[in-house]
């Protein structure tokens, strides 16, 4: 429940560029608002120094808790143990800080990226009938979601013989390498049946490719389902995305920090590692998914 | 009476082809490599020499080939830019700051009619062109810092405007010229070639162009004849930052998307695309016919190598190694053309 | 000969650089249709005050009038508008353009949309030039022709920018002496046209030659203005640096004796040296005690033939030896270990400005003292034995040499060389821009290297230098050494003849 | 005679306490800077100026420390690197490819004894410092192009080796003085504070040393005076290289893993440090003394951002354009010395 007296709590995300994190900063300030904490924010400017930096400030403060989504595994170790070590909760958000072994954090809120690939791709393998030409288009191959999300590609498609992949170059989350990639792929093969991308802003670059070259009947899956591209599959635009709940992983960091604050130990009352996975979002349940959003809920 | 028989003699050796050649070779030498790669990634892809690939390379090279026009200015002048894709990435957010976005956009910005925001947008990149002009001329900052400052500056605004989200709508007319076409072209091919041409002949038949290239060949000279030298390189520096804001805006409308840190790759590619056409970093040589085969070269690398099934990881490696290539072959032109001339 | 009004008019205009005064209260007329020489010791401050007319340097103290008029140029601009052209110490072209860009520099034709005219400029240029008796193709790029025609053609674009008021500046220094005849009878047009010229040279017989007025700078100050035809050679060089310099006064008209051959051993010896179209099959003897000297006109060839003897330039062919083993010099490093010292032409490309003396004078021979840490105190006497030797004021050394005065920075220039100690000294062009005075200090320091036994080679287009000097005599024309002197007699003019 | 009483004169002026401020006003003004950026931060928030912090800081800028060790030798002879962020980042994956890894870390590589493991790192960092010194003074590439070509071939490179995976493990050695510390002092703090001084003895009091600043001062002259100018600047050249490959292994130890594009931000970090320590991009001016100054200005100003409550897309507008005020200042302060000089 809500905390009695004002808590301080610290947050640090990859990099507020991305929408997803810039949603995450929101809902922890709304839940924050609500649970009676204040939250103070430590960009990590999607650069694993930068980030580092960032973390080794925090450390050198006092907070009830923190919250941090690491954009480079492992590069936060040492000041996150610190803050452990000082009998900080530390909050480990979507990406792992280091290997769980290593280091104790409170609790690991994440998506399992292995399901939501998969889980758009077998909507999208089932929407072409189980047979087809596709593509996936990675995100950066360093990136541990980007790695989930393309085993969960493969371990569909291996079970459809009729399917074909016919790429899966990496475009480094980058729009503008998207569009390059898509404008190739739209030249050399004549026929793609559907395509899945490892983020949406991807898809939508690639979705404006096709629009150009007139090739609108590809199905688009995508993921995150961030209010852009549920509103781009309400209209037909992507086929489906799968909901990465950024709220829910963002205002579950601050209800777990006040119960942690409250003397919730981890295994006893709180799991060590929380799967959030949220669902695939398709026409039917698109509306309500936007709705969840727009007030912090996924 | 030295004179004429030198000159006599001059013209004589000149008439040979292979001298002729040679002292041609800063331009054909990038030309040379051009066709070696086009050659090459014919023969590994059968997709790639396809009419509907040659739409695709001049498509990707337009963006680069509108930020490479204001850019070969400045590197005529022997100075240089570093905030060409920051400034870019910036008029592309404000374009799209200004005009409507769908609600589901979750940005406090401030919508004007399309007009408005075009206005705005090229205003926010001529802006930050002159400060990049007083910076250099005023101040007296080397550019290099200088627009090393700038690309902060200007990537600061980008997030400022953003705040992390992403804009899609951006006027009309913007949205034409980005992302439609007239008769099977794109109009982003056709914009890019009108702004190619134009600073080809600004260069070459004004007078502003021709003071560009004395202030780069020789900048004391061209002080000592009465230009203003520092007129001359702010300008350089302001008509490099609107080439770069048209590149953003009709960027934005290409990609469907206004963002951070989305023309990141842009600044290398522009340089590389200048360099590597043959334009002299120490000024006063080359032009925008230069920096097309460089954009060619780049784009055709660029897109070929997306043509071939080659490992992702080894791609990064192979594009610096042709890079490089490039680089040692228009350096050796240079130094045969420099010997010709002897 | 008869003046028209004063077109300019300098009235007690003072100009300093950063608290050191360059010009100190000049008064300086200009009058209309004629020719204004300019003499006086280097920085003695005439470049200065041509600048200041050609709007160069903007603010000085006092006052300039156009034709009666106050008037205060801001930029070379201004002062071009108002018919003021000026032809810069330094050649100013822009390389890379078209000779016929470089004769319009900046004021390229251009039709009523503003759009250059090529053609027309290209054919205009090709009669200007014409005019001046050059004939070069305008579409050729500039930087391909020799020194010599670059200098005409800069000269040429002020001559043709319409100025009323033409300031040369030292502008004979890269020309040939037929370049030289033809400037001055243009010069001479010019002045019949009515148009005022200025013309600065440490050349006096030309300046005696061309000019009506002569005025003599020394120091900052205008120490007289006189008639041409009023005043002497010794006169002028008296007012430039004070009696008893009489010797100075020698132009070389007389027969000189030149050596015989010395029979002290070889130091370096080139056979058949060729580099592309610079110069080819050279071949020469230099021995030890010695001073070769090495005329020819500007472009002969001779400035890469030294370039290439201290491996600066790799010849395509022949043979170079040291003490009679054969060498490859791959660069100026191994030529410098191999015991031979050069000196460049220009102050701007031997010496570094922002650092004290000691450390300009310990640059090539710092090897020689310290392995591998510096030893500041060796440094220092090392720099002291030379400030003794060639008398460097002020004889401090610690003072930046940007701050030294001209003769005594090209001192210090070759005293660089001398803690080395070289075998071989190459001297480019030890005079070029010298006045005088340290003309005469160069000569005086040269013998007493040649006493001491050194090997020296000079090379210069200034017959003078050549001739006070030097014991034996090459002469090189495009690119092939035409002629040789020793023992024999020799004057100026035959010299001149024979390039 | 002249001379010598102007000289006097000279001296006497230069006396005054105020000239010889200004004669320093490039060390001084960067220095005052810091001053400044200390006492805003350190009233703006309380857990600013605590030892914890100051700890933070020193850790913060070791790396980037290293790196600038070299690249101060590179822009003292008025060259550039621009691969030393690419090269840091190779030669941090290097060492971590040839050292034992968990057995969850799934990459091919090849275990080998710590002591090889470092000896391979600093061969490879070598090798590429080689290269972009046979570049540049052999084939004749400007730096800025040819350590731009090289900063991609070491971005292939890392690619190449981890293939888009993260390397935890590298050599005891290594681990130590990365994140290790010795009665309370970071290792990393302590190797970068023996290196900047390393640095800095070398360039005050050996010949080699002199040569640069010598170089850098004056290159034709240098050339003239028979110094073999290809060679020092080759080897500032590799200097740079194995200073940044240091600073790779160290800060993969450091952060604790080795991964593509960790480097990425060191690369302007770096220069703004030397840059804005006031050595001067031109060459001859400068050294270590500057570079550290210039490294605390950054360091406390992006620490000191942590610290104050400040809207998180704000920053970087504000580092920007402090960037560019500190460059300001720099710029001034030198002209103040050339008039001070005169
Ligand atoms: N831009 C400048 N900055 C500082 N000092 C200068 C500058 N230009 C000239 N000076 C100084 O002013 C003085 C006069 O120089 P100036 O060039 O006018 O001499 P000059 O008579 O033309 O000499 P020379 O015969 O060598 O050409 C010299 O002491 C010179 O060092
Ligand atoms: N650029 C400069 N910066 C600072 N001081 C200068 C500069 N140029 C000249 N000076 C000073 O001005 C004084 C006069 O210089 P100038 O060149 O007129 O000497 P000079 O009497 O002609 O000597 P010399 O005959 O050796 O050329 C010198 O003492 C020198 O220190
Ligand atoms: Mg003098
Ligand atoms: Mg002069």
Same mark, same amino acid.
């Given at each position: 429940?809500?905390?009695?007296?004002?808590?301080?709590?610290?947050?640090?995300?990859?990099?507020?560029?991305?929408?997803?994190?810039?949603?995450?900063?929101?809902?922890?300030?709304?839940?924050?608002?609500?649970? #009676?904490?204040?939250?103070?924010?430590?960009?990590?400017?999607?650069?694993?120094?930068?980030? *580092?930096?960032?973390?080794?400030?925090?450390?050198?403060?006092?907070?009830?808790?923190?919250?941090?989504?690491?954009?480079?595994?492992?590069?936060?170790?040492?000041?996150?143990?610190?803050?452990?070590?000082?009998?900080?909760?530390?909050?480990?958000?979507?990406?792992?800080?280091?290997?769980?072994?290593?280091?104790?954090?409170?609790?690991?809120?994440?998506?399992?990226?292995?399901?939501?690939?998969?889980?758009?791709?077998?909507?999208?393998?089932?929407?072409?009938?189980?047979?087809?030409?596709?593509?996936?288009?990675?995100?950066?191959?360093?990136?541990?979601?980007?790695?989930?999300?393309?085993?969960?590609?493969?371990?569909?498609?291996?079970? $459809?013989? #009729?399917?074909?992949?016919?790429?899966?170059?990496?475009?480094?989350?980058?729009?503008?390498?998207?569009?390059?990639?898509?404008?190739? $792929?739209?030249?050399? $093969?004549?026929?793609?049946?559907?395509?899945?991308?490892?983020?949406?802003?991807?898809?939508?670059?690639? $979705?404006?490719?096709?629009?150009?070259?007139?090739?609108?009947?590809?199905?688009?899956?995508?993921?995150?389902?961030?209010?852009?591209?549920?509103?781009?599959?309400?209209?037909? *635009?992507?086929?489906?995305?799968?909901?990465?709940?950024?709220? *829910?992983?963002?205002?579950?960091?601050?209800?777990?920090?006040?119960?942690?604050?409250?003397?919730?130990?981890?295994?006893?009352?709180?799991?060590? #590692?929380?799967?959030?996975?949220?669902?695939?979002?398709?026409?039917? #349940?698109?509306?309500?998914?936007?709705?969840?959003?727009?007030?912090?809920?996924? | 009476?030295?004179?004429?028989?030198?000159?006599?003699?001059?013209?004589?050796?000149?008439?040979?082809?292979?001298?002729?050649?040679?002292?041609?070779?800063?331009?054909?030498?990038?030309? %040379?490599?051009?066709?070696?790669?086009?050659?090459?990634?014919?023969?590994?892809?059968?997709?790639?020499?396809?009419?509907?690939?040659?739409?695709?390379?001049?498509?990707?090279?337009?963006?680069?080939?509108?930020?490479?026009?204001?850019?070969?200015?400045?590197?005529?002048?022997?100075?240089?830019?570093?905030?060409?894709?920051?400034?870019?990435?910036?008029?592309?957010?404000?374009?799209?700051?200004?005009?409507?976005?769908?609600?589901?956009?979750?940005?406090?910005?401030?919508?004007?009619?399309?007009? =408005?925001?075009?206005?705005?947008?090229?205003?926010?990149?001529?802006?930050?062109?002159?400060?990049?002009?007083?910076?250099?001329?005023?101040?007296?900052?080397?550019?290099?810092?200088?627009?090393?400052?700038?690309?902060?500056?200007?990537?600061?605004?980008?997030?400022?405007?953003?705040?992390?989200?992403?804009?899609?709508?951006?006027?009309? %007319?913007?949205?034409?010229?980005?992302?439609?076409?007239?008769?099977?072209?794109?109009?982003?091919?056709?914009?890019?070639?009108?702004?190619? %041409?134009?600073?080809?002949?600004?260069?070459?038949?004004?007078?502003?162009?021709?003071?560009?290239?004395?202030?780069?060949?020789?900048?004391?000279?061209?002080?000592?004849?009465?230009?203003?030298?520092?007129?001359?390189?702010?300008?350089?520096?302001?008509?490099?930052?609107?080439?770069?804001?048209?590149?953003?805006?009709?960027?934005?409308?290409?990609?469907?998307? =206004?963002?951070?840190?989305?023309?990141?790759?842009?600044?290398?590619?522009?340089? =590389?695309?200048?360099?590597?056409?043959?334009?002299?970093?120490?000024?006063?040589?080359?032009?925008?016919?230069?920096?097309?085969?460089?954009?060619?070269?780049?784009?055709?690398?660029?897109?070929?190598?997306?043509?071939?099934?080659?490992?992702?990881?080894?791609?990064?490696?192979?594009?610096?190694?042709?890079?490089?290539?490039?680089?040692?072959?228009?350096?050796?032109?240079?130094? %045969?053309?420099?010997?010709?001339?002897? | 000969?008869?003046?028209?009004?004063?077109?300019?008019?300098?009235?007690?205009?003072?100009?300093?650089?950063?608290?050191?005064?360059?010009?100190?209260?000049?008064?300086?007329?200009?009058?209309?249709?004629?020719?204004?020489?300019?003499?006086?010791?280097?920085?003695?401050?005439?470049?200065?005050?041509?600048?200041?007319?050609?709007?160069?340097?903007?603010?000085?103290?006092?006052?300039?009038?156009?034709?009666?008029?106050?008037?205060?140029?801001?930029?070379?601009?201004?002062?071009?508008?108002?018919?003021?052209?000026?032809?810069?110490?330094?050649?100013?072209?822009?390389?890379?353009?078209?000779?016929?860009?470089?004769?319009?520099?900046?004021?390229?034709?251009?039709?009523?949309?503003? +759009?250059?005219? !090529?053609?027309?400029?290209?054919?205009? @240029?090709?009669?200007?030039?014409?005019?001046?008796?050059?004939?070069?193709?305008?579409?050729?790029?500039?930087?391909?022709?020799?020194?010599?025609?670059?200098?005409?053609?800069? +000269?040429?674009?002020?001559?043709?920018?319409?100025?009323?008021?033409?300031?040369?500046?030292?502008?004979?220094?890269?020309?040939?002496?037929?370049?030289?005849?033809?400037?001055?009878?243009?010069?001479?047009?010019?002045?019949?046209?009515?148009?005022?010229?200025?013309?600065?040279?440490?050349?006096?017989?030309?300046?005696?030659?061309?000019?009506?007025?002569?005025?003599?700078?020394?120091?900052?100050?205008?120490?007289?203005?006189?008639?041409?035809?009023?005043?002497?050679?010794?006169?002028?060089?008296?007012?430039?640096?004070?009696?008893?310099?009489?010797?100075?006064?020698?132009?070389?008209?007389?027969?000189?004796?030149?050596?015989?051959? &010395?029979?002290?051993?070889?130091?370096?010896? @080139?056979?058949?040296? &060729?580099?592309?179209?610079?110069?080819?099959?050279?071949?020469?003897?230099?021995?030890?005690?010695?001073?070769?000297?090495?005329?020819?006109?500007?472009?002969?060839?001779? +400035?890469?033939?030294?370039?290439?003897?201290?491996?600066?330039?790799?010849?395509?062919?022949?043979?170079?030896?040291?003490?009679?083993?054969?060498?490859?010099? @791959?660069?100026?490093?191994?030529?410098?270990?191999?015991? +031979?010292?050069?000196?460049?032409?220009?102050?701007?490309?031997?010496?570094?400005?922002?650092?004290?003396?000691?450390?300009?004078?310990?640059?090539?021979?710092?090897?020689?003292?310290?392995?591998?840490?510096?030893?500041?105190?060796?440094?220092?006497?090392? @720099?002291?034995?030379?400030?003794?030797?060639?008398?460097?004021?002020?004889?401090?050394?610690?003072?930046?040499?940007?701050?030294?005065?001209?003769?005594?920075?090209?001192?210090?220039?070759?005293?660089? !060389?001398?803690?080395?100690?070289?075998?071989?000294?190459?001297?480019?062009?030890?005079?070029?821009?010298?006045?005088?005075?340290?003309?005469?200090?160069?000569?005086?320091?040269?013998?007493?290297?040649?006493?001491?036994?050194?090997?020296?080679?000079?090379? &210069?287009?200034?017959?003078?230098?050549?001739?006070?000097?030097?014991?034996?005599?090459?002469?090189?024309?495009?690119?092939?050494?035409?002629?040789?002197?020793?023992?024999?007699?020799?004057?100026?003019?035959?010299?001149?003849?024979?390039?």
């Amino acid at each position: 429940g809500r905390s009695d007296k004002p808590l301080k709590a610290a947050f640090s995300n990859a990099g507020l560029q991305a929408t997803w994190c810039a949603q995450g900063k929101q809902a922890a300030e709304y839940w924050g608002k609500l649970f #009676n904490v204040d939250v103070t924010w430590f960009d990590g400017e999607l650069d694993a120094v930068k980030q *580092r930096a960032a973390i080794d400030n925090m450390a050198s403060q006092k907070w009830d808790f923190v919250a941090i989504q690491a954009f480079g595994i492992g590069t936060l170790t040492a000041p996150v143990q610190k803050m452990i070590d000082a009998g900080i909760p530390v909050i480990d958000m979507d990406t792992l800080i280091a290997p769980l072994d290593q280091i104790k954090v409170h609790s690991f809120l994440a998506p399992d990226n292995e399901f939501m690939g998969a889980s758009v791709t077998q909507a999208l393998v089932g929407a072409i009938g189980g047979k087809g030409k596709m593509i996936m288009t990675q995100g950066a191959l360093g990136h541990t979601g980007a790695q989930g999300r393309a085993k969960g590609f493969e371990a569909v498609v291996k079970q $459809y013989p #009729n399917i074909e992949v016919l790429d899966t170059q990496p475009a480094d989350w980058s729009v503008s390498k998207t569009a390059q990639l898509w404008e190739t $792929y739209l030249t050399k $093969y004549p026929q793609i049946d559907a395509a899945f991308f490892h983020n949406d802003d991807m898809a939508l670059a690639a $979705y404006n490719v096709m629009k150009a070259h007139n090739r609108t009947s590809i199905l688009i899956g995508g993921v995150d389902a961030m209010p852009p591209a549920i509103q781009a599959v309400a209209e037909g *635009r992507m086929y489906a995305t799968v909901r990465n709940p950024s709220c *829910r992983i963002h205002g579950g960091a601050i209800v777990a920090g006040v119960a942690a604050v409250n003397g919730e130990k981890t295994d006893q009352g709180i799991p060590k #590692n929380i799967v959030t996975d949220g669902p695939v979002v398709t026409k039917a #349940n698109a509306a309500g998914m936007q709705w969840m959003e727009d007030h912090f809920l996924i | 009476m030295t004179a004429s028989v030198t000159d006599e003699k001059r013209r004589a050796r000149r008439a040979g082809v292979g001298a002729l050649l040679r002292g041609q070779m800063r331009n054909i030498a990038p030309f %040379l490599t051009l066709i070696c790669l086009i050659a090459f990634f014919s023969f590994a892809s059968p997709s790639f020499p396809t009419l509907d690939n040659v739409g695709n390379i001049l498509t990707q090279v337009s963006v680069t080939g509108i930020i490479a026009v204001g850019l070969t200015f400045v590197i005529l002048c022997a100075e240089i830019d570093l905030s060409i894709a920051s400034v870019a990435n910036a008029t592309g957010i404000v374009v799209a700051y200004f005009t409507a976005q769908e609600s589901y956009v979750n940005i406090a910005n401030l919508p004007l009619p399309g007009a =408005a925001a075009i206005a705005l947008a090229f205003l926010a990149c001529t802006l930050l062109g002159l400060l990049n002009a007083f910076g250099i001329t005023f101040i007296g900052i080397p550019s290099f810092i200088m627009t090393l400052a700038m690309m902060q500056i200007a990537a600061g605004i980008s997030a400022l405007l953003v705040r992390g989200q992403i804009a899609y709508k951006v006027p009309d %007319l913007v949205a034409t010229l980005g992302a439609g076409s007239i008769g099977g072209i794109p109009w982003i091919v056709i914009v890019a070639a009108v702004l190619l %041409l134009a600073g080809h002949l600004v260069l070459t038949y004004t007078r502003f162009g021709r003071y560009v290239y004395i202030v780069g060949g020789n900048r004391e000279a061209a002080e000592y004849s009465g230009l203003n030298v520092k007129l001359i390189i702010g300008t350089v520096m302001v008509i490099s930052a609107v080439s770069s804001g048209i590149a953003g805006m009709l960027g934005v409308a290409h990609f469907g998307s =206004a963002q951070q840190n989305e023309f990141d790759t842009y600044l290398l590619d522009a340089i =590389a695309a200048v360099v590597v056409g043959g334009t002299s970093l120490f000024g006063g040589r080359g032009g925008i016919g230069n920096t097309i085969v460089g954009l060619f070269v780049l784009g055709v690398l660029n897109n070929g190598l997306d043509h071939v099934k080659i490992d992702s990881f080894l791609k990064i490696l192979i594009r610096g190694l042709i890079l490089l290539a490039a680089l040692v072959i228009n350096v050796y032109a240079q130094r %045969l053309r420099e010997t010709a001339e002897e | 000969m008869e003046t028209g009004a004063p077109v300019i008019e300098l009235v007690g205009v003072s100009k300093s650089f950063g608290g050191v005064a360059a010009l100190r209260d000049i008064d300086f007329v200009l009058q209309a249709g004629e020719i204004h020489g300019l003499v006086g010791e280097n920085g003695a401050g005439k470049s200065t005050l041509m600048k200041i007319i050609a709007g160069v340097h903007g603010d000085y103290v006092g006052e300039l009038r156009l034709d009666g008029r106050e008037t205060r140029f801001r930029s070379a601009g201004d002062a071009l508008a108002a018919g003021v052209g000026m032809v810069h110490q330094e050649l100013s072209i822009a390389p890379d353009l078209s000779v016929g860009e470089n004769v319009f520099l900046g004021t390229q034709p251009v039709n009523k949309a503003g +759009i250059v005219q !090529w053609r027309r400029m290209v054919e205009d @240029a090709r009669r200007l030039l014409a005019g001046l008796g050059l004939e070069i193709d305008p579409r050729a790029r500039i930087g391909d022709l020799p020194i010599g025609l670059q200098q005409m053609v800069e +000269i040429a674009r002020v001559l043709f920018s319409g100025a009323r008021i033409i300031i040369l500046d030292e502008p004979t220094s890269a020309l040939s002496p037929p370049e030289v005849e033809r400037l001055f009878s243009l010069l001479r047009r010019l002045r019949e046209d009515g148009r005022s010229i200025v013309f600065i040279s440490h050349f006096l017989d030309d300046i005696l030659r061309v000019a009506d007025t002569v005025t003599v700078f020394r120091n900052g100050r205008r120490i007289a203005t006189t008639p041409a035809s009023e005043t002497r050679k010794a006169a002028l060089i008296e007012r430039m640096i004070g009696a008893g310099h009489e010797e100075l006064g020698e132009s070389y008209r007389a027969d000189i004796r030149l050596a015989s051959a &010395s029979a002290a051993p070889v130091v370096l010896q @080139a056979s058949n040296l &060729s580099l592309g179209r610079a110069y080819r099959d050279v071949s020469l003897e230099l021995r030890e005690g010695e001073v070769l000297g090495l005329y020819g006109f500007m472009g002969c060839g001779q +400035i890469e033939l030294v370039r290439t003897l201290f491996g600066k330039l790799k010849p395509d062919g022949g043979v170079l030896r040291i003490a009679g083993t054969e060498v490859r010099l @791959a660069s100026t490093s191994a030529a410098r270990r191999a015991g +031979i010292a050069f000196v460049p032409e220009s102050r701007r490309s031997m010496l570094f400005h922002a650092e004290p003396l000691y450390k300009n004078t310990s640059v090539s021979a710092l090897e020689r003292i310290s392995r591998l840490f510096l030893k500041p105190a060796r440094e220092r006497e090392m @720099a002291h034995a030379q400030i003794d030797k060639l008398q460097i004021r002020p004889p401090r050394a610690e003072a930046l040499v940007g701050s030294l005065s001209g003769g005594n920075q090209q001192k210090v220039g070759l005293a660089k !060389w001398l803690s080395f100690p070289p075998k071989v000294l190459i001297l480019s062009e030890p005079t070029r821009g010298m006045d005088v005075g340290a003309k005469e200090d160069v000569v005086r320091i040269v013998r007493g290297l040649r006493a001491e036994g050194l090997a020296i080679l000079v090379a &210069s287009t200034e017959p003078e230098t050549v001739l006070s000097l030097a014991d034996r005599i090459m002469v090189m024309k495009k690119g092939a050494v035409v002629r040789e002197f020793e023992n024999e007699v020799i004057s100026k003019d035959r010299l001149l003849e024979a390039a």
